[in-house]
């Protein structure tokens, strides 16, 4: 089925990477112009930009965070309906066709681009502030067994099932125009059904890979910034740097190069690579925390963390601030729909490029439960261990959270054994996760602006990549996290429209699809029809013995009934 890590794919000849599609330059100007006009009103009108950001981001939470929790959890729905029906069965490519790289291989770079720089930061951050300050539902004590239950469970909620159903839905939509359908890597072409081709071609669809190179720039700018933040603090606390503006966008330039530098090395090496060394790394740092910390508190909070998860799912899925606590949840659960909203282009895309002769059922169920399965156990040893630690007074992992969510978890490796290894590790596990973060994002905006060309040219991805390092940078001046926060939120509206019409165009093909088998008929459906067929056939029975008295007769077991005056002896 897949091939050996070992033995990867050869990288396209010349004269192949020269048939993909030369890039656009009309959406090329637009999109580059736009955003550099944002990132010059960012840098010199700093309080003016703040200001209207606020007021839209006020507005865009008092009004549309229902459409984020209902856009989300329909995404999730769509997911697991698809993987389970007949569509399931149809192959991302050619009926003959293997996957490109080996499941380890497709895994490592699916998880490094979908989130990798986040759980470094949230991994510790997140559970310890919502265990010290629980979530405003119910009446739960801070520092308490429920508290940390709680902050487990919304954990889970904001970063598992959810999230990757987004990408999910993005990338088996592009992967099955580009590779089943042959249209492009772009999100344009999942929109031929509802546009047609010439509309889906013309500038209906550059508006869609606009909007979506828009998502992608800010949702990984995002990403970068919060990188930049915790490298920032961790030089900080290692080495004795002082934690200023000037040393993170020190932090965002270096990475910023060395990115260049992976960008000119392709897919099957430079990406390749460092997302195995990250998942080689995380693990390993996983298992030291695991074994070195509550190791007994951390096996018990895996399943109960899940079980109340998935008990709470429902309660949780459906909370848009109606009855109050809107702000908390503009804060945390809306942030994070629109954060991986603005990132499923870019995931998208990327999962798509790396899933080719994959089945959509094969596809969904690695996309939902691997990643889901490795987060939980992420949360849990890193977030558990953390609670745990100042619950029972061996760390003040709480007053860590003073300093920043981006200080927790230095404190955390800081409370075990061999804290500065560790500590110097987990820098490098950021900073290889920006990188490649950095590279996937960029190569998607340059698929994108390229008429979903797979092998964009290399100049093209690097100032693309610049532009979103910029990006990052002029956030974290202009407002530091909540600036990067803000810019996702409102970037992400008018993209969750575009990714509701996706789903619509993409079952309206893949009904039409063959590889899927013939519909399955409902049970009563099925009835229906039998018993329909059992009525037609005795009427056209009945009205043909009526035509003809033999069969008449033949009908009537053999006798006809006597006409009126007719002697039964002579009928």
């Known amino acids: 089925m897949s091939t050996d890590v070992s033995n990867p794919p050869r990288e396209p000849a010349p004269e192949t990477a020269r048939k993909d599609p030369p890039p656009d330059t009309g959406v090329i100007a637009v999109g580059v112009v736009t955003v550099l006009a944002v990132v010059a009103w960012a840098a010199i009108g700093t309080d003016g930009f703040s200001s209207v950001s606020t007021t839209a981001l006020n507005w865009v939470l008092g009004n549309f965070g229902w459409l984020f929790t209902l856009a989300a959890d329909l995404f999730l729905v769509l997911c697991l309906v698809i993987a389970v029906s007949r569509f399931g069965r149809i192959r991302l490519g050619k009926d003959s066709d293997e996957p490109e790289f080996s499941n380890l291989a497709w895994i490592a770079m699916m998880f490094s681009a979908g989130m990798g720089i986040g759980l470094m930061f949230y991994g510790v951050g997140e559970p310890l502030t919502y265990y010290v300050d629980p979530p405003p539902f119910g009446d739960v004590q801070s520092g308490s067994g429920a508290a ?3 902050a487990l469970e919304y954990s889970f909620f904001h970063w598992t ?3 990757w159903a987004i990408y999910g839905v993005a990338g088996l939509a592009l992967a099955y125009v580009t590779f089943r359908k042959g249209r492009g890597n772009r999100i344009s072409s999942v929109f031929v059904p509802l546009l047609g081709e010439r509309r889906a071609n013309g500038w209906p669809g550059r508006v869609i890979d606009l ?9 990984t700018a995002t990403s970068l910034g919060l990188g930049a933040l915790q490298v920032a603090k961790g030089l900080n606390l290692t080495v004795g740097w002082d934690d200023s503006r000037e040393l993170q966008l020190l932090v965002i330039l270096v990475l910023s190069a060395a990115f260049v530098v992976s960008a000119f090395s392709g897919l099957h090496r430079g990406i390749k690579w460092l997302s195995s060394m990250n998942v080689v790394l995380a693990a390993a740092l996983m298992l030291f925390v695991l074994l070195l910390g509550p190791t007994v508190f951390i096996l018990d909070a895996i399943p109960a963390g899940v079980g109340a998860y998935l008990q709470d799912l429902v309660v949780l899925s459906s909370r848009t601030g109606a009855f109050g606590n809107k702000e908390w949840l503009g804060t945390w659960t809306i942030f994070y729909w629109a954060w991986w909203l603005s990132w499923a282009p870019f995931v998208g895309t990327f ?10 059922r094969e596809f969904l169920t690695g996309v939902l439960l691997v990643p889901s399965g490795v987060t939980v156990v992420w949360f849990c040893v890193m ?3 953390a609670m745990r630690l100042d619950a029972t007074g061996e760390a003040d992992m709480a007053g860590r ?8 978890l230095f404190g955390l490796l800081d409370a075990l054994p061999l804290g500065t290894v560790t500590s110097v590790i987990a820098m490098i596990l950021v900073m290889t996760y920006f990188v490649t973060s950095a590279d996937s994002a960029s190569l998607v905006m340059g698929s994108l602006t390229s008429g979903g060309a797979l092998h964009p040219r290399e100049w093209l991805v690097v100032t693309w990549g610049v532009l979103m390092a910029s990006v990052a940078a002029v956030l974290l001046v202009a407002g530091g996290l909540e600036g990067l926060k803000t810019g996702t939120i409102l970037v992400a509206l008018p993209f ?5 019409a996706l789903c619509w165009s993409l079952v309206k093909e893949l009904r039409e699809d063959p590889g899927a088998g013939p519909p399955r008929h409902h049970p009563l459906h099925g009835a229906r029809e039998a018993i329909r067929a059992m009525v037609g056939e005795a009427v056209s029975e009945q009205q043909s013995a009526r035509r003809h ?12 009934p006597a006409r009126e005056g007719e002697d039964p002896q002579d009928s």
């Not at 798509?352 to 959509?360: N, P, Q, V, Y």
């Not at 008449?552 to 006809?560: E, W």
């Open 148 to 150: 940390e239950r709680v």
């Open 161 to 163: 099932l959810h999230p």
């Open 211 to 219: 909007l979506a190179v828009f998502a992608t720039v800010f949702g």
């Open 351 to 360: 999962i798509a490029r790396i899933s080719r002769g994959r089945t959509i």
């Open 383 to 385: 977030g558990g261990s």
């Open 401 to 408: 959270l003073e300093d920043g969510v981006e200080a927790s």
């Open 496 to 500: 969750v429209v575009v990714m509701l």
């Open 549 to 560: 008295p033999r069969l008449r007769r033949a009908a009537g077991g053999g006798k006809s």
